[in-house]
């Protein structure tokens, strides 16, 4: 069990909440799908080479 604010997509919100920061400000890197959440919030989502195929839709950059 957890808490249902225990995944990346909200720690990246509360951080944004917490710290006054911008979506702009934030980079984020992922390979799973579940990242996607993330992905769909920061400006700058990097996915590695081997990501996931339903991730990389959501990269800005695709590095190796």
């Known amino acids: 069990?957890?808490?249902?604010?225990?995944?990346?997509?909200?720690?990246?919100?509360?951080l944004l909440e917490n710290y006054g920061l911008q979506e702009s400000e934030i980079v984020v890197f992922g390979d799973q799908i579940?990242?996607?959440?993330?992905f769909q919030i920061a400006n700058h989502a990097i996915a590695v080479?081997?990501?996931d195929a339903k991730l990389k839709r959501y990269a800005?950059?695709?590095i190796g």
Request: proline share 0%.
């Open 34 to 38: 579940n990242d996607i959440e993330m």
């Open 49 to 51: 080479a081997n990501a």
């Open 1 to 14: 069990m957890h808490n249902r604010k225990a995944t990346k997509d909200q720690a990246i919100r509360t």
């Open 60 to 62: 800005t950059l695709l």
